[in-house]
């Protein structure tokens, strides 16, 4: 189980890196519309225009759950 900790506190750290999101930004799609997405570095927001929602990065990780999604 602590073998397990670890690579979980490995995973944590390597995704909370600031560039780490702009790397996902390739393969991130809407969750609502299946469109292409933009990162908004001043908000720290994954942005859909064609939806207008906005999804929070919350430690490095994207929550791109439509229920937690704020409108534009």
């Known amino acids: 189980m602590r073998k397990d900790l670890k690579r979980f506190g ?40 064609s939806c207008r929602l906005k999804f929070a990065v919350e430690e490095g990780i994207p929550n791109m759950l439509l229920e937690d999604a704020k409108n534009l």
């Open 10 to 49: 490995a995973i944590r750290v390597v995704m909370s890196a600031p560039a780490t999101v702009e790397k996902m930004m390739d393969i991130l799609a809407c969750p609502k519309c299946k469109g292409d997405v933009k990162l908004n570095k001043k908000e720290n927001k994954i942005v859909c225009h």
